[in-house]
């Protein structure tokens, strides 16, 4: 194989490899990236036997079409370390790998690449299509309430439910449940509900860049697989049962509704929660007329009490949170977003929404 490349382009595809690559392996050729190159184009691909990943690059010139085994992190380290744009130009020649640069030269290990495990292709038949800023959110919104701990429920991933026009994700820790839904088009896929790692999702949104182009995304037996731009992403799916989440969501017409503001609602969490302890560690939530009085107190830190300014003309409704739980929902939101808090009492769930298609339910810890 030889093949001339610049380094951007390159440099950009280990970046995203590294993220799969695993440190350490019991199988040590799983610590290479795979350079694969034809006439028309040149892949760089990655797995860890759990999550793969393939990014075709920009650019390559191919003399002699073949593939190399490349250690990820000193190839990483060479094009890292070289100047904005400077081209290389990597052969082998059957006993190492060279990789030469107009001032520099490195002659690398080479290992056979048909010892590497295949990494999946996005197949050309069909698959669901989301809009990149939705995917970014679906991400964001939903994997920090997840659970790796877990053995009861498969808690570890989030469920992705792909319909023909809609999809929702969904990610729960059996304390707090986070769900997000939006937009999706199905090109000839049909449904399907995986249960995703999160450390997949987390690839998926570190993937996406700048760029508008649609997600796709396809459903196996035991995998699934996003196609974004240049990139390719495999992972094998969470086994296991999904709560049912749907029931999590109760319809209270009587329920207590309040609209609140993301920005200063999680100011005031952030300040009531200076004095709480592992220990003592809820937060007090007061919706009294006018405004919202949160409370937070622990033996060794004292005392906070912090009044916002609301909307609310009803009866006083009182509920305690643990302030983590709320401040993980409002930081991944605008600081302007309205936010609709329902409840109905100090025991029963504490029900989040936006106008976006997001909703969040907090399980209330139990009063002192």
């Not at 069909?126 to 994997?143: A, F, I, K, M, Y």
Request: charged share 25%.
């Amino acid at each position: 194989m030889k093949v001339r490349c610049v380094r951007e382009p390159l440099l950009a595809a280990l970046q995203s490899a590294s993220a799969v690559v695993p440190a350490r392996s019991p199988k040590p050729v799983l610590t290479n990236v795979k350079l694969e190159a034809d006439r028309e184009s040149a892949v760089v691909s990655a797995t860890d036997l759990e999550v793969g990943i393939r990014i075709a690059i920009e650019g390559v010139e191919t003399t002699a079409p073949g593939a190399v085994l490349l250690p990820s992190g000193r190839l990483a380290a060479i094009v890292r370390e070289s100047a904005p744009g400077t081209v290389f130009d990597i052969h082998t020649d059957g006993t190492a790998t060279i990789v030469k640069a107009p001032r520099s030269e490195f002659r690398l290990p080479a290992e056979d690449p048909l010892e590497f495990p295949a990494v999946a292709t996005f197949p050309s038949d069909s698959g669901h299509e989301l809009s990149t800023p939705l995917v970014r959110e679906l991400v964001r919104r939903t994997v920090f309430a997840t659970d790796n701990e877990s053995s009861r429920y498969a808690l570890g991933g989030v469920l992705v439910e792909l319909g023909d026009k809609q999809v929702t994700a969904v990610g729960t820790d059996g304390r707090r449940l986070a769900k997000m839904q939006g937009p999706a088009t199905a090109a000839g896929a049909v449904e399907a509900a995986p249960i995703v790692p999160a450390r997949a999702m987390q690839l998926v949104e570190r993937c996406l860049g700048g760029t508008d182009v649609p997600v796709r995304v396809a459903v196996r037996p035991s995998e699934i697989l996003f196609q974004c731009g240049a990139t390719t992403i495999s992972s094998r799916l969470v086994e296991g049962r999904f709560p049912r989440w749907r029931d999590v969501f109760p319809t209270r017409p009587d329920a207590v509704q309040v609209a609140l503001v993301a920005g200063p609602l999680l100011a005031a969490v952030r300040q009531a929660a200076i004095v709480t302890s592992e220990q003592s560690k809820g937060v007090d939530f007061s919706f009294e007329p006018g405004q919202l009085v949160l409370t937070g107190r622990s033996a060794e830190s004292g005392e906070s009490r912090i009044e916002l300014p609301i909307e609310h003309a009803g009866e006083t409704v009182k509920i305690k949170l643990d302030p983590r739980f709320v401040s993980d929902f409002l930081r991944v939101l605008d600081p302007g977003t309205t936010v609709t808090v329902e409840l109905t009492d100090a025991q029963s769930a504490c029900v989040c929404t936006t106008a976006d298609g997001y909703g969040y339910v907090i399980m209330p810890l139990a009063a002192d």
